[in-house]
């Protein structure tokens, strides 16, 4: 009996020793490089299936929360468009349906819809830009003079490019779609008026404002102007707003771009000697996305497409190599202490993606890093649709501390045009060409 239970504690022993040796983790024993990793943003290929799960969640709660009509002031008593007076407005939802924001997230329905083919994104925007259109035509009727307080004055009397660059880019954009209100062409060319017309301008024709400081170059500028200049030179054919369009893109880079890092610096002040370096992410965003869209429609044979090719793929170039490991970028792009921010994520994604799609880019160097970026992106769509982590609306400053702790909010507008735009992109990149994980690294296979 003794030799019995020394036989089975012997054996017992020998199983614990070859379990513990089963269980070790070495070079010899396990393939170490393909060991499963804990990656803080999914690492994978997405779906386009995936990918419209998470814009639906967008449009659901912008659908429901943007209402396109108009309501007695102080009652919200409906009000119709040939009873419009002084005291009518919107009906309250969480966002203005003016905003330059808006403008972007108008863009972003339009894009959503050709890449999914649901015309629910596309019947969005021309919702709501036809209700706008349509109300500025009702008011005009009645002859009485636009109130600041009126929701529509800065969209009749614009006073910035703030209010008119990103919206004018848009409807030009959904002018050519089924349903359009004839109501839309004059909107949009009061619009590119202002823009090409009225807006401060250096003597050399750069677009300018005397805000925060006497004769101000703002990056955020690039966009709230090119992608509208550039869609009435393919609306009208007539190139003056091409050159216009290539001239802004080309001055401000003359100024603005930093040669070493490859990206741009947030406010450039005419009067300063010394211009201090901010390089914000959203701005670099916006100079990204005017690009992108001008290269959409200028003519390769234009004398400056060539120019603004190059100055694209430099700044592709720059913000690629400050993109973290998490997928996002930070704040200050340069400085990895300051935030993570979403709405530039997605601008880049979007922008990447899109330059990929027409042969701008090397997909095969960038595509992962769209891919990535847009993984990114979506974790940070809740689930009822709504975009964390955009930083709010920012002003210009020469220190970083004003960078670092502006606030992030779910309310903040400048998240959702982008995050459809990625998404609508990315879906298309996913058609257009096929990624693998090739050794354990996602790659872009043809």
Known sequence: ???????????????????????????VVTPLHAMKVNYPTPYDITTPEQ?????????????????????????????ALNAIDTNTTFKPGDFRLTSYEWGVTY??????????????????????LNFLADAIAAFKKTGKTVARRNPLHSVMEPGALDDCGALCAATVKTIG????????????????????????????????????????LWLDDMFMSVPAIAQFGKLTGNSKYYDDAVKQVLQFSKRMFNNEKNVYMHGWVQEMDVHPQFHWGRANGWAFMAMTELLDVLPQSHP???AVLQQYQSLA????????????????????????????????????ARGINNRWLNGRAYGPAALLAWNATATKVNTQGQVEGVCVGTGMAFDPAFYYYRPVNVYAAHGYGPALLA???????????????NDSAVMMKN
Request: hydrophobic share 35%; aromatic share 10%.
């Open 1 to 27: 009996m003794k030799a019995f239970k020394a036989t089975l504690l012997l054996c017992s022993g020998l199983a614990a020793c070859n379990f513990a040796f089963a269980q070790k983790v070495n070079d």
């Open 51 to 79: 990918v419209k799960q998470t814009l639906d969640r967008i449009l659901n709660y912008l659908d429901k929360n943007t209402p396109p009509q108009l309501v007695k002031r102080g009652t919200n008593q409906p009000i």
């Open 107 to 128: 863009a972003g329905m339009l894009l959503a819809g050709q890449a999914t083919g649901d015309t629910r994104y596309t019947a969005y925007t021309q919702t709501r």
């Open 177 to 216: 779609t089924a349903g359009a209100s004839a109501n839309l062409r004059p909107m949009a060319d009061n619009f590119i008026n202002f823009v090409s017309n009225k807006q401060q301008r250096f003597n050399d024709g750069t677009l300018a404002r005397n805000r925060p400081l006497k004769n101000t």
């Open 304 to 306: 400056g497409y060539a």
């Open 317 to 352: 170039k720059g913000l690629v190599s400050y993109q973290s490991g998490t997928g996002f970028w930070h704040q200050l792009l340069d400085r990895n202490d300051s935030y993570l921010e979403t709405s530039a994520t997605a601008i880049y994604a979007y922008c990447l």
């Open 423 to 437: 998404g609508a992109e990315i879906i298309n990149l996913l058609k257009n060409h096929t990624f693998e994980v």
